[in-house]
């Protein structure tokens, strides 16, 4: 399989990761972790990865809900997901922003309670799959827009390997 087809496959791996994480908690009540391992456990059996992509794949999208959480958590006033990804939202995948929405609204309290708890500063390396918003190189600064669930590459700019989310303000592009 070539990097395409990997990139494709994991990027499809977590949006249906998250899909049936967002099912288990609205349809049996499951907790966040809880929501996550399940949806963990189906996209083993149905997308054709083996369990330690899918353990990968569960680890970026707790990684992307954490900083989400986080967010919220700083900013309790403001909730407002358009923040968190630093881009408006209707550039997004319809169905990745009903989905990232809806959870937020879900699970506000688990989210802030999982920063509060779990949250450390993260950085995103390439070849890890992200959720949209806008990560910065940790190197250069260059910023990397995604409007839809992706793999991330090297730094167009300076081909380093390591990102921090921007959120907020912080973005030059919204300067």
């Excluded at 949006?15 to 996209?43: F, V």
């Excluded at 083993?44 to 369990?51: A, E, L, Q, Y």
């Excluded at 959480?69 to 990804?85: I, P, V």
Aim: hydrophobic share 35%.
């Amino acid at each position: 399989m070539d990097n395409e087809q990997e990139s494709t496959k994991m990027e499809e791996a977590y949006q249906h990761m998250l899909e049936r994480m967002y099912e288990h908690m609205t349809g049996e009540g499951a907790p966040l972790e809880k929501a996550i391992d399940l949806a963990r456990e189906d996209t083993v059996r149905s997308k054709g990865i083996t369990p330690d992509e899918a353990d990968k794949i569960a680890g970026y999208l707790l990684r992307d809900l954490q900083d989400l959480g986080d967010h919220l958590h700083q900013d309790k006033e403001k909730k407002d997901l358009r923040d968190w990804l630093l881009m408006d939202t209707t550039l997004i995948e319809a169905a990745i922003r009903d989905l990232l929405f809806s959870v937020a609204d879900k699970t506000d309290v688990e989210l802030m309670d999982l920063a509060e708890h779990h949250w450390r500063p993260t950085l995103l390396h390439t070849g890890e799959v992200t959720a949209p918003g806008v990560l910065a190189c940790t190197f250069c600064g260059e910023e990397l827009h995604f409007d839809r669930i992706a793999r991330i590459p090297p730094c167009p700019h300076c081909n380093n390997t390591e990102f921090k989310r921007l959120r907020g303000a912080r973005s030059r592009a919204t300067e």
